[in-house]
C-alpha cells in the first residue's frame, strides 16, 4: 500500500484501538483598461493520482475552499497577465477497496499562479475570457484523518501515528474560462480552471510511488480598476 493511504487508513485504526494574441479588436470591443486589483474566493475539488496506481485504496475528490487576491495588468485590449496569489485547501478522499476504513488527507497550500488572459471581444459590460499559466505551489500544511466502525482520529502527517511525507513545492499548469461584469470602477467576475500538479509530491524515500494533485475550482471575484 503507498504511504498516504496506508497512514489515512492507519490514522483510522489506532483510533479504533484506541476508541497570446497581440491583435488590437475593434472599437466596439469593451475591454477594460487599466489595471485592476481584486479579491476572489471559491470552491476546489481535489484528489491525488498515484503511478503505479493502488490496488488495496482508491481515492476520490475533496471538497476544499481557497481565498486570494489578483492583479490585473493588460497588454493590449485583448491581452492582459494576471498574477493572483491566494490560499488553497486541497487534498484528497481515500477509502479501502475491502472493508469500511476510510479517510482523507487535507492539504494547506500558498499558491502563486501566473495567467495569460485573452478576452473575447463582447459588446456592452459583459467581458468573456480564457486563460492559462503556470503555478507554484507551497505546501503550509498536512493533516489525514480516517474513520472505522464510527470511531474518527486525526493527526499531523509529520505525528508519530503517521508515515506522510510531502513536498514543501509543488508546480502546476493551469487553464480555464470565465466571464466579468463591469460596473463602473468595479468588476465581478465568475471563472473555473482545472489545475494539474506537474511535480509528484510524495517524499518519502522509502516509497517510491509518484503523487501528483489534480483538481476543479470555481471562483467569484471583485475588482477595482485603478485608472479610473
Request: one cysteine or more.
Amino acid at each position: 500500500m503507498s504511504s498516504i493511504g496506508r497512514a489515512a487508513l492507519g490514522v483510522a485504526a489506532l483510533g479504533v484501538a484506541a476508541l497570446c494574441v497581440t491583435a488590437v479588436p475593434p472599437a466596439s470591443a469593451q475591454k477594460t483598461s487599466g489595471m485592476t486589483i481584486g479579491v476572489m474566493a471559491g470552491v476546489n475539488y481535489t484528489k491525488v493520482t498515484q503511478d503505479p496506481e493502488p490496488t488495496d485504496v482508491s481515492y476520490d475528490y475533496r471538497t476544499g475552499w481557497l481565498v486570494g487576491a489578483f492583479l490585473g495588468v493588460p497588454i493590449n485590449a485583448m491581452v492582459s497577465i494576471e498574477p493572483q496569489v491566494f490560499y488553497s485547501e486541497k487534498g484528497t478522499k481515500i477509502s479501502a477497496t475491502q472493508g469500511s476504513a476510510e479517510g482523507e488527507v487535507k492539504l494547506g497550500y500558498v499558491e502563486v499562479p501566473l495567467l495569460l488572459k485573452l478576452w473575447i471581444p463582447a459588446s456592452g459590460n459583459v467581458e468573456p475570457y480564457f486563460f492559462a499559466g503556470p503555478e507554484f505551489e507551497y505546501n503550509s500544511s498536512c493533516k489525514v484523518k480516517g474513520s472505522a466502525f464510527g470511531i474518527t482520529s486525526e493527526t499531523d502527517c509529520e505525528g508519530s501515528q503517521a508515515d506522510i511525507d510531502i513536498k514543501s513545492t509543488d508546480f502546476a499548469a493551469t487553464g480555464g474560462a470565465g466571464i466579468q461584469f463591469l460596473m463602473g470602477r468595479q468588476s465581478v467576475r465568475v471563472d473555473a480552471r482545472y489545475t494539474y500538479g506537474l511535480t509528484d509530491i510524495n517524499d518519502n524515500p522509502a516509497d517510491d510511488t509518484k503523487a501528483k494533485l489534480k483538481g476543479f475550482a470555481v471562483t467569484v471575484g471583485i475588482g477595482f480598476n485603478l485608472n479610473k
